[in-house]
C-alpha cells in the first residue's frame, strides 16, 4: 500500500493556486480485479507530481468563462447530421441527455427508459428550457462535452488530467482502499459522495438529502482536501477509452510524457460501427450510481463516453502540470 507522509499531506492541502491542490507524485496500484472487467488488470502505475482543482468546475466558473470568451457549448449548438448517420430527426436539434424516473422498468440493460434528449437542455437550462441555474452557482456544471472541458482548461491555462492522475488523486494516499475514503461505503451510517441510494431507477430515498446534483463543497474531503471526487457528477479525462486494460497498462507508463496516450481508432463504440464517434475516459461516478445498478462510485471505476456527448450528470476538473502564470 502507497503510504503519504502526513506532513506532506498538509502541504498539498494548503499549497493551492487559484483552487489547485498539490498532488505529490507516487507509485500506486491502478483499476481493480474484483469489479467490472474494464477496471482489470490492476496494476503498478508512476505519476509525477501535478496540481488539480479541489472541486469540479461549478456553474459560477463556468460563467466567468462564458462571458469572457462567448463560448458556445456542443449542447447549444445544433449536431451536424454527417457525424449521426441514422439519427433520428429529433436528435439532430441543440439540447443534451437528460435523466427522469421511468414509472415502469422492464430491463436495466435498456437505458432508454430513463435518459432522454431534451432539446432546449443545456448547462444553464439543466432540466430543459423552463429550468435554471439560479441559485447553483457552486454545483457542478453539467452538460459539457469533451471539447467544452477543453475549452475552459486553454482559457484557465489548465489542462484536463489523465485517467492515471484522476485515479490517484481520487484515491487521496489510500491504495488499494475500495472507495475514496477508505473500505466502508457509509462509515458510521454518514454519506461520503453524492450517490443513488435506494432501487434505480425508480426509487431513491435522498438519504443524503439531495436528488439531483450537489454542491461541489457538501460532503467530506479525502486524504489530499479534494471535494467530490466521487459521485455527484462524472468527470472527464482526457485519455482514449479502451476496454483493453494490457493496452492501457503498457501506455500508463508513458506518463506524463505522453498524457493523452491510447487509440482513437479503439475508442469507437463496436455497438456503432457507422457512427465513429471516439470516446474519452470519465472517472468518479455520479449521484445516478446505485448498488443495484451501477457500482462505479470507486476510484477504479471508469466509463466510456463520446466526446460529442453532454448529459445532465458529466462535468469536469482540471489539472495542471506546472505553476501556473502569476
Not at 462505479?296 to 476538473?317: I, K, L, M, N, Q
Amino acid at each position: 500500500m502507497l503510504r503519504v507522509d502526513k506532513e506532506q499531506c498538509v502541504r498539498s492541502s494548503d499549497d493551492r493556486a487559484g483552487g489547485l491542490v498539490w498532488i505529490p507524485g507516487g507509485t500506486f496500484r491502478m483499476g481493480s480485479d474484483r469489479h467490472y472487467p474494464e477496471e482489470a488488470p490492476s496494476r503498478q502505475v508512476a505519476v509525477d507530481g501535478f496540481w488539480i482543482d479541489r472541486t469540479p468546475v461549478t456553474n459560477r466558473q463556468f460563467s466567468q468563462f462564458v462571458l469572457a470568451t462567448g463560448h458556445v457549448t456542443t449542447a447549444e449548438a445544433p449536431p451536424d447530421p454527417k457525424e449521426y448517420p441514422g439519427a433520428l430527426p429529433h436528435m439532430l436539434h441543440a439540447g443534451s441527455l437528460v435523466f427522469m424516473r421511468p414509472r415502469s422498468t422492464f430491463d436495466l440493460c435498456d437505458r432508454s427508459q430513463w435518459w432522454f434528449f431534451l432539446e432546449g437542455a443545456d448547462w444553464r437550462h439543466p432540466y430543459g428550457p423552463k429550468t435554471s441555474i439560479h441559485g447553483l452557482d457552486d454545483y457542478p456544471v453539467v452538460h459539457v462535452s469533451f471539447s467544452d472541458a477543453i475549452a475552459y482548461a486553454k482559457w484557465a491555462g489548465k489542462d484536463l488530467p489523465t485517467e492515471a492522475e484522476w485515479e490517484f488523486a481520487a484515491r487521496g494516499g489510500l491504495d488499494g482502499a475500495e472507495f475514496a475514503w477508505g473500505d466502508v461505503f457509509m462509515p458510521d451510517g454518514l454519506s461520503m459522495a453524492n450517490t443513488w441510494q435506494g432501487d434505480f431507477p425508480r426509487h431513491k430515498h435522498n438519504e443524503d438529502g439531495y436528488e439531483h446534483t450537489s454542491p461541489v463543497t457538501a460532503f467530506p474531503p479525502n486524504g489530499y482536501g479534494l471535494q467530490d471526487m466521487i459521485g455527484n457528477v462524472w468527470e472527464w479525462t482526457c485519455d482514449w477509452y479502451s476496454p483493453n486494460r494490457e493496452t492501457d497498462a503498457a501506455k500508463a507508463c508513458c506518463i506524463p510524457q505522453n498524457p493523452r496516450g491510447g487509440n482513437e481508432d479503439a475508442s469507437y463504440d463496436p455497438r456503432l460501427p457507422d457512427i465513429k464517434i471516439p470516446r474519452k475516459v470519465l472517472k468518479g461516478g455520479s449521484h445516478l450510481c446505485a448498488p443495484n445498478y451501477c457500482r462505479r462510485y470507486r476510484p477504479a471505476a471508469r466509463h466510456a463516453e463520446p466526446v460529442h456527448t453532454s448529459a445532465c450528470h458529466v462535468g469536469f476538473r482540471c489539472v495542471a502540470r506546472k505553476p501556473l502564470a502569476s
